[in-house]
């Protein structure tokens, strides 16, 4: 019953109302990392916040930009929570495929536009007033909260891992809990328990030192994109396969149960095809999520050579480059990855230069943890519907501080909807998942406070 009263409050109108006036003001402040466009002026926003609602806050310094710290620990609990979240958000170009300003928040059929509604500034707030509703509701909280909220995960979060290894004793805690990316397609819950890897890497190749007239040198200089195409040839075959020796080594294959949960996940291809904007999207279930949470990628981010503007330019280009983004999955190594790729070039193309660009490590929590089926029957209870449980995303999240460098177990619960066109023009959140939110987060601290009561 007590719960219940969660949920009232929350759909109380002036709660709501409130509510919404300090996601707006957050969605207000730019906190770009990319361009350090407001980034200091948000991490001391959301500092406010969080005083308000009784958290002790400070800033900590990192190499980049700030963390904001928070808790709220009573001696006598005997579990921690960790609630990791980011305040900085992607740049919002091309501006002109907005509809409204990207940072002037604007309500259309009951959902909030702006930048970073969705990723990640509506569940950070959705998080911090689900420990507000809690209070206000049920009153002292049955477990200690931290709160880590970063400003570079837009950019790879960078310094996150030297804060987490600095920091290690004021970090103790019993999980991690994330409320990062979108519920299922279908609008299910879902929790989800691990995350792919990233390698970013770029190759360069040179010919001439200078752009050449493509007729009167034509079969003189080398063409450095063919070279690149030639090389990039040889590390992919046509079926999508990878070609580095030793790429595939290391990967921990799912177990069972995992396994199992996979299968009960739908999988509706034409609703997924018409979403990505892909329709001609042909895959079962099975196999898509194989694909997505299994399978590493090798993908081609982005090339650059030559005249690439209106009309023609007839020359051969002196240089030529082309971004990999390369999604791992457990156990490969980032680095490994890396000095493998460097020793294919080395032999198939010697004076091609790999440059590393960025890292992150993939990262897996065990399902059948006590703990995560205790979250998993919270975000049952929030939502009054079954949460799907997902042992892994397509994306790549730091998730691996804490599972590789704190040793903790942790879970993802996506609060956004599927389509909240994160990094994107027109990223928005619906109203309902942002308060669903806030309803969620109080469910998880109460199941784990009653849990960890039952064992104590």
């Not at 206000?136 to 996150?160: A, D, R, W």
């Not at 081609?300 to 791992?328: F, N």
């Amino acid at each position: 019953m007590s719960m219940e009263k969660v949920k009232d409050f929350v759909a109380s109108n002036s709660n709501q109302l409130a509510f919404l006036d300090q996601l707006y003001s957050l969605l207000r402040q730019k906190s770009i990392s990319a361009q350090n466009d407001g980034v200091e002026e948000c991490a001391k926003l959301v500092m406010e916040m969080m005083n308000e609602i009784g958290i002790t806050t400070k800033l900590i310094d990192t190499d980049g930009h700030p963390v904001v710290y928070g808790e709220l620990i009573n001696p006598e609990n005997t579990f921690t929570l960790l609630i990791y979240g980011h305040y900085d958000v992607q740049p919002p170009e091309p501006l002109e495929k907005w509809v409204s300003n990207p940072f002037e928040p604007e309500i259309r059929d009951g959902r909030i536009y702006a930048r970073g509604a969705g990723d990640n500034k509506g569940q950070l707030l959705a998080q911090l007033l689900g420990v507000k509703t809690y209070l206000e509701t049920i009153g002292e909280l049955p477990i200690n909260l931290k709160f880590v909220f970063e400003g570079e995960e837009e950019i790879g979060s960078i310094h996150l891992a030297s804060f987490v290894e600095k920091h290690k004793e004021l970090l103790k805690a019993d999980l991690v809990y994330t409320s990062d990316g979108s519920l299922h397609e279908s609008g299910s819950p879902i929790v989800l328990l691990g995350v792919r890897g990233m390698l970013a890497i770029e190759l360069e190749a040179k010919g001439a030192d200078r752009d050449n007239h493509s007729g009167n040198k034509g079969n003189i200089v080398p063409n450095p994109v063919w070279k690149l195409i030639d090389l990039l040839q040889t590390m992919r075959d046509k079926e999508g396969n990878v070609l580095i020796e030793g790429f595939y080594d290391n990967i921990l294959p799912l177990s069972d149960y995992e396994t199992e949960l996979l299968k009960k996940i739908p999988f509706d291809a034409k609703s997924v095809g018409e979403k990505i904007g892909y329709p001609q999207l042909h895959m079962n279930g099975e196999t898509y999520y194989q694909k997505l949470i299994m399978e590493p990628t090798f993908n081609i981010c982005g090339i650059e050579s030559g005249y690439t503007g209106e009309g023609v330019k007839t020359i051969i280009p002196s240089t030529a480059r082309v971004k990999l983004d390369i999604r791992l999955v457990v156990d490969q190594d980032p680095m490994d990855i890396f000095n493998k790729i460097k020793s294919h070039v080395s032999e198939h193309a010697p004076d091609v230069k790999v440059t590393y660009l960025g890292s992150m490590q993939p990262s897996r929590t065990n399902a059948e943890l006590k703990v995560v089926q205790t979250v998993v029957h919270a975000v049952q209870q929030a939502y009054e519907t079954e949460p799907l449980i997902q042992p892994g995303m397509g994306g790549s999240l730091p998730n691996y501080v804490w599972t590789k460098l704190l040793e903790l177990p942790s879970v993802i619960v996506p609060y956004a909807n599927f389509d909240q066109g994160n990094h994107s023009p027109n990223e928005n959140i619906k109203i309902k998942n942002f308060l669903n939110g806030v309803i969620c987060t109080a469910h998880v601290i109460d199941a784990l406070g009653k849990s960890a009561n039952r064992n104590s």
